[in-house]
């Protein structure tokens, strides 16, 4: 019997793939912190995609911590990807978005989709890794009365069990109805220093967190209860965009309504929008966006790897 059977459960061996280094680590109980390929493919342009996904993994690694990245190439289940796996998952314009309705479909037709948070968390884990840095969750977006849009990632937040650090959830959604679901659905949200939701390329919302958390240690004493009690379930760690990247609410505001009206107009829906939306928002902000995205993601790996190593001290 392989390695994944004896985390994987019975039968699942052959869909996974993992990279040596993350299977390495995770046999020995070294911090491992899992990254969604959905960002690479879907969410930043080539070449910053691939520049930022390698940024990811590097500031991991110096931490001490092995990044996973997790995608689906060819049906295969990559958890860690090498570098000609990257470039392609940056690169090929044949790639889906995964998220956990689609990744049954993608595996079993040997497809290539680009992993969600909700596919993501997923994933993870089944491998067991407990901490996963992203940008944004997907949530519940405006106009959610007429279009019923509300993100997997928040169902997947409910039931999987991994701390997602990211920057709030994107700006685009309807961020109060975004919270209300998250507390409907039993998830904990923490700020990471900070009392306010962050809206992605905001550092703040007008909107509070439930509770606080000032540093990894404290972080760790969150996630460790929860799994002490026996509580399953996803923990939203929201760690607001640096200080010198962020961009005024009101600003964001009025750009994210242009957006949105365009996406009206040219009948964008369902899981073409979220792409859609984020282009329009680089282009009406002239790239002001898409490095605060960077930034953002950055960091979120940044605190993801110290918690991961906290986790394991
Ligand atoms: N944040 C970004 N870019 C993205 C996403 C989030 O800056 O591409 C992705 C994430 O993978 C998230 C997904 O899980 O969008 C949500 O999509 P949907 O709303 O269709 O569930
Ligand atoms: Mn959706």
């Known amino acids: ?25 995770l046999e020995n109980g070294r911090p491992v912190v899992a990254l969604e390929s959905t960002l690479i493919s879907h969410g930043f342009p080539y070449p910053e995609n691939l520049k930022v996904a390698g940024e990811m993994e590097e500031i991991i690694r110096r ?36 998220s956990r309705r689609d990744l049954v479909a993608i595996v079993a037709k ?27 969750i997907g949530g519940v977006h405006r106009g959610v009365e007429k279009t019923f849009d509300i993100s997997a990632d928040l169902q997947e937040l409910a039931r999987t069990s991994v701390a997602v650090v990211c920057s709030g959830a994107k700006a685009i959604l ?22 306010e939701l962050p809206a992605f390329y ?15 240690k404290e972080a760790v004493g969150i996630i460790r209860t929860m ?12 760690n ?26 040219e009948g964008v829906k369902g899981k073409k929008l ?12 002239g790239g002001k966006s898409l490095k605060a995205n960077i930034e953002l993601v950055k960091d979120n790996a940044r605190v993801a790897a110290k918690i991961a190593r906290a986790l394991k001290s």
């Not at 019975?10 to 996974?16: A, I, S």
């Not at 961020?175 to 220093?193: K, N, R, W």
């Not at 005024?248 to 009206?261: D, H, Q």
């Not at 979220?274 to 009406?284: A, D, H, R």
């Open 174 to 195: 309807d961020l109060p109805l975004t919270l209300e679901y998250l507390e409907t659905m039993g998830v904990p949200v923490i700020g990471f220093g900070s009392e």
């Open 202 to 216: 905001c550092r703040e919302s007008g909107l509070k967190v439930d509770y606080v958390v000032n540093n990894e």
């Open 274 to 285: 979220t792409p859609y939306l984020l282009n329009k928002i680089k282009e009406i902000t």
């Open 227 to 238: 799994e002490d009690l026996g509580l399953k379930g996803g923990i939203i760690i929201a």
């Open 63 to 98: 931490y001490g911590v092995v990044p996973a990245t997790i995608a689906v190439i060819k049906g295969k289940i990559k958890i860690g990807l090498r570098a000609s796996e990257l470039e392609f998952m940056a690169t090929s314009k044949d790639i889906l978005k995964a």
């Open 110 to 136: 040997g497809l290539n989709g680009a992993t969600t948070v909700a596919a993501t968390m997923l994933v993870a884990e089944r491998a067991g890794i407990k901490v996963f840095a992203t940008g944004g």
């Open 240 to 265: 607001p965009v640096p200080e010198e990247y962020s961009i005024s609410v009101e600003y964001m505001n009025e750009v994210i309504e242009e957006a949105v009206r365009g996406a009206e107009k």
């Open 1 to 25: 019997m392989g390695y994944c059977n004896l985390i994987m459960g019975v039968n699942g061996e052959r869909f996974f793939d993992f990279k040596d280094e993350v299977k390495e680590a």
